[in-house]
Nanobody
């Protein structure tokens, strides 16, 4: 977890936007697929978005499709652009490194080994 640092969270009104950033401690992390997950109070950590090692493929949880965009640069950073935010998006958002190479999905928690500390996103109605 200490190898990833999320930032960019905060308080925003419904309909607003935020961009979350995930900074990796080593450039080599950019050779792995990355994922964004979120966890609301009293709920399990759930998949939000994933991106392949080269950014060529992305995957989204149904509730964020069309509103969130995951991207990455060729350095050490992965981003989650969030727009049209809703109160139900309120959660702690986590960046993670996908440890299982290949596979058919980005959404499995058990496929990720390294996690950031999380950044709080709060959306008011």
């Amino acid at each position: 977890q200490v190898q990833l640092v999320e930032s960019g969270g905060g308080l925003v009104q419904a309909g607003g936007s935020l961009r979350l950033s995930c900074a990796a401690s080593e450039y080599t992390f950019m050779r792995y697929a990355m994922g964004w997950f979120r966890q609301a109070p009293g709920k399990e950590r759930q998949f939000v978005a994933g991106i392949s090692w080269n950014g060529g493929m992305t995957s989204y949880e149904d509730s964020v499709k069309g509103r969130f965009t995951v991207s990455r640069n060729n350095a050490k950073n992965v981003y989650l652009q969030m727009s049209s935010l809703k109160p139900e998006d309120t959660a702690v958002y986590y960046c993670a490194v996908k440890s299982r190479i290949g596979g058919s999905t980005y959404s499995r928690l058990e496929d990720y080994d390294s996690w950031g500390q999380g950044t709080q996103v709060t959306v008011s109605s």
